[in-house]
């Protein structure tokens, strides 16, 4: 499984953009995709995920203003940010898992990380 991810750049706060993974292989597996991101000094936070069944949730620090979604048809997982802020600025990573047992004794059989895209946000 490769996951690429593009879409990251330098924007003004309360701007916009759009980061797209595109992910390819066998994915028959896969039940979890979510974007997570590194800033400088920080450690890697979710921000947002999607499950197969297409159920979504974000953290808090996003919510109202990030959206993920999926395109089953391209193999693509996205996330819309709108109404960027300055502490947005992080490294953006995509992710997939397969897991297994989520209801009872969440074990994670396999995970896939895409390389990162820098997303800067200027004040």
């Known amino acids: 499984v490769q996951l690429q991810a593009f879409g990251g750049g330098l924007v003004q706060a309360g701007g916009s953009l759009k980061l797209s993974c595109a992910v390819s292989g066998n994915t028959a597996n896969l039940n979890i995709y979510a974007w997570y991101r590194e800033a400088p000094g920080k450690q890697r936070e979710v921000v947002a995920m999607?499950?197969?069944?297409?159920?979504?949730n974000s953290t808090d620090s996003v919510k109202g203003r990030v959206t993920i979604s999926r395109d089953i048809a391209k193999n693509t997982v996205y996330l819309q940010m709108n109404r960027l802020k300055p502490e947005d600025t992080a490294v953006y990573y995509c992710?997939?898992?397969?897991?297994?047992?989520?209801?009872?004794?969440?074990?994670?059989?396999?995970?896939?990380w895409g390389q990162g895209t820098q997303v800067t946000v200027s004040s």
């Open positions: 992710n997939a898992v397969f897991l297994t047992d989520w209801d009872t004794n969440p074990t994670i059989r396999e995970m896939y």
């Open positions: 999607i499950s197969r069944g297409g159920h979504t």
